[in-house]
């Protein structure tokens, strides 16, 4: 394909911004509040606001029974229901029959959800597509307009069926993910940051349907290759040791075999013992504790999109 | 009194350190439980060691049912005890049977209790003894042993019945608080910035017991004024503003009248109002969102201690 081609795509005529999909991420929790309260008083085109997990929101927690963000595969959403079924599963049909169907052509065509993690990941966007160019150029345009916040495009490869989060539900999206925040905590940093890549976001997409052509270009993909478990005690399955200092905060700098990686609690250093060098992220996220993650590992490519347009007159279904 | 004379005092016989207070402040967790492990293999006189809450730290929950951090008042302790007391209301009084009787000649000479915060803080200790040299000196023989990180003596003006942590439970007792680490988290600098303040102290107790004088000094001591809440929407009780980016992080630095404070989800400034210079600390930490603090405010002051010295024959009774 012609980098010099205009991909024509349909508009995005429906747009859904979600928080609070895990109730102790404050940022997207209070964003949605406010832009909710703020939303008759503005003009043009609205998003869809949700505020996915009221419950756990009111009670500050990631979650009541299950996490709600591994609900959405086709498997998970179309399983039967019991009666019995956890708070979030009975949750996410209702989003799904809200944002979706997923895979249908009645779901929304764009779905953005918002995250906070306690590792030093600056903004990133998460997505299960490789080749979405819809999210690559709302991801390069976000890097242009907010340039002083570290971003960058987290790809986990799996197919749409599988893919589990809310962001899967709609014919795009992806996962705005902001840290270094503690969960429970709204820090107004982060807060300021979300909500100007939500602005920006929402502006690149009135952009685009109002016709623009958005120039091609280059963009670096961090796919994900392994998650990393702490060490752990054979018998109680405790953590025996820390993420290394060197290693703390250093998310996406290039991890070398034998680098140091832990740190045990009585004082010895445990080295990197992979075979190539990876980009590590999500190093020591809070929630990942009890999902056995102490960091994930990703490859870095580059990936060339081609400038896109709205087609005038086609809809998107698919 | 001069400052030149040396003070007697009875010997720290039995010491307690305790963590998991609050099960989800983990470098305090994961210390008592590694100390724990290492127990045998070590020499001399051995502390109690203590995990406060197991059931809230083996969920990873600041408590089950109430603060336990909250049970040690005389009040608290004394009150008849229901069929359906909470569980952290039971634990207090399992507690208060192993390190005291709180205010009895039984209870243990020495308290250290560990926690975390999400605030910028440093070490700390937290008292409720604006007089106590003992925690005072061990509070000198840490900065010197651990020049690196800043430390403050912060003291909580109540009297020793209505004091309501396990720390008061003994007949010297702090809280040594360390931050900023997110709850849920241990990070190894936070986790080693503890086991050495514990070593240290240890080894101050022993040094004590040996006959060994210390000297007296100034101590820089923060007295709690007040407590600042977050500005709330009226009706909802939910929070409408987070900390101001100039203040976030600033625990310790002088808060002037008219300087910002707070930073409304819409974007606008809110100055502190107050008519005195003060020195803020706990400037957003996670579980005070709950009890509708958003920071608290101090007064410094300078506290001349004598030089100290364990009487040979005195028994600690009080």
Redo the contacts between chains.
């Keep these: 394909m012609d980098s010099q081609e205009v991909v024509l795509l349909p508009k995005l005529s429906r747009v859904a911004v979600c928080g609070g999909t895990h109730g102790n991420e404050l940022s997207g929790v209070?964003?949605i509040?406010?832009l909710l309260k703020?939303k008759r008083e503005e003009d043009g085109h609205q998003p869809m606001l949700v505020l996915s997990n009221p419950r756990a929101a009111q009670q500050?927690l990631r979650y009541i029974e299950v996490d709600l963000n591994r609900c959405f595969s086709q498997d998970a959403l179309n399983s039967p229901l019991s009666n019995s079924a956890p708070f979030e599963v009975i949750r996410s049909r209702e989003l799904n029959a809200l944002l979706g169907p997923k895979g249908s052509a009645d779901s929304v065509d764009l779905v953005c959800d918002l995250h906070n993690t306690?590792a030093n990941i600056g903004l990133c966007f998460i997505t299960f597509s490789h080749s979405d160019w819809i999210s690559m150029h709302i991801f390069k345009y976000l890097q242009r307009c907010i340039p002083d916040v570290p971003m960058r495009y987290i790809h986990f490869d799996l197919p749409p069926d599988e893919s589990y989060s809310l962001d899967s539900v709609g014919k795009h999206g992806f996962a705005i993910e902001i840290g270094?925040q503690?969960?429970?905590?709204?820090?107004?940093?982060t807060?300021?940051t979300m909500k100007n890549a939500v602005q920006h976001m929402l502006q690149w997409v009135h952009l685009f349907n109002s016709g623009t052509v958005f120039e091609g270009g280059l963009v670096n993909v961090f796919t994900l290759v392994k998650h990393v478990d702490y060490p752990r005690d054979c018998n109680t399955h405790?953590?025996i040791a820390?993420?290394?200092?060197e290693l703390?905060d250093k998310d996406f700098c290039l991890l070398n075999p034998g680098d140091p990686v832990f740190?045990t609690?009585?004082g010895e250093t445990i080295l990197y013992n992979g075979s190539e060098a990876l980009y590590p992220f999500f190093i020591?996220e809070?929630?990942y504790?009890?999902k056995g993650i102490a960091f994930s590992l990703s490859r870095r490519s580059c990936v060339t999109i081609t400038a896109v347009q709205a087609h005038r007159d086609l809809s998107n279904k698919r």
């Design positions: 209070y964003l509040k406010e703020s500050c306690t270094p503690p969960h429970g905590v709204v820090r107004s940093n807060y300021t405790d953590i820390a993420i290394h200092p703390q740190q609690f009585s020591n809070c929630a504790y009890e």
